[in-house]
């Protein structure tokens, strides 16, 4: 069995993914049906995150007027940065995965563990919301993430950089054909193809003739290296 795997930039918007509002392509009835793994108010995740970095950045400023007095806010107003940020992982299409088919449950099985598996592999950025989809045509996850970075020289100690964030895990922007972001979104592809092959689905791939794929091949070895490295020295930090 193959299926393709979808992985998109979100909207984020919170009241679609708790159905706050019901658009015209969900059916209702089914909404009972969907799943929520994880949901945590966005500001007190800011709280969790960044309230000591803000004390510690305000006690040094001698001018009041350069304080900070919400990080939400000033990240509600930014034109560099986001609150947060989404991304929506579905397993094949209405056709193949249909909601009420078995290949909708093994879907969303796997979605499960992708969730489960995320914030291992994604230390830097800090999951507040996973809800799994079941009343539209195909079941679907909306991945909600806070992306955050420490040991910054500039501002706060401790803030949101999505840039910064994926940096850790080796992939930098070589342009906007090969953006950080793209690469990440295809390393996340493979890990989700990974899970797939456990439940005996592979990776239907799209328009994967790729002149450069032994020089990506060779990156994502190099970023393997690198996060086993980082893993093997990093000490484990909680945050809550």
């Known amino acids: 069995m193959e299926r393709t795997i979808s992985f998109m930039n979100g909207e984020g918007s919170i009241g679609h993914n708790t159905r706050r509002f019901i658009a015209d392509n969900v059916d209702a009835s089914r909404t009972p049906n969907n799943i929520t793994l ?3 108010d966005i500001k007190q995740a800011y709280h969790k995150l960044f309230d ?5 950045y305000n006690a040094k400023q001698k001018r009041k007027d350069r304080q900070i007095k919400s990080y939400y806010d000033k990240i509600s107003r930014s034109k560099q940065e986001k609150l947060f940020y989404e ?7 209405r056709d193949d995965t249909g909601v009420g088919s078995y290949s909708a449950e093994v879907a969303t099985w796997v979605l499960k563990d992708y969730v489960k598996k995320f914030q291992f592999r994604n230390p830097q950025l800090y999951v ?3 809800y799994i989809h079941l009343d539209e045509e195909t079941p679907h996850l909306h991945l909600n993430f806070i992306p955050w970075v420490s040991e910054c020289k500039r501002g706060l100690e401790t803030k949101t950089s999505l ?10 922007s070589e342009g906007k054909g090969n953006t950080e972001w793209k690469q990440w979104a295809e390393a996340e592809k493979e890990d989700i193809a990974l899970i797939m092959s456990r439940y005996g689905i592979d990776w239907k791939k799209k328009n994967t003739h790729n002149k450069h794929l032994s020089v990506l091949d060779y990156k994502k070895q190099e970023r ?9 020295s990093w000490r484990v930090h909680r945050l809550f």
């Open 128 to 130: 507040i919301g996973a």
């Open 224 to 232: 393997q290296k690198k996060w086993l490295h980082l893993r093997r």
């Open 163 to 172: 840039k910064a964030s994926l940096a850790t895990r080796g992939f930098v």
């Open 87 to 93: 991304v929506i992982v579905q397993i094949g299409n």
């Open 52 to 56: 000591k970095a803000l004390k510690e």
């Open 38 to 40: 994880i949901h945590e």
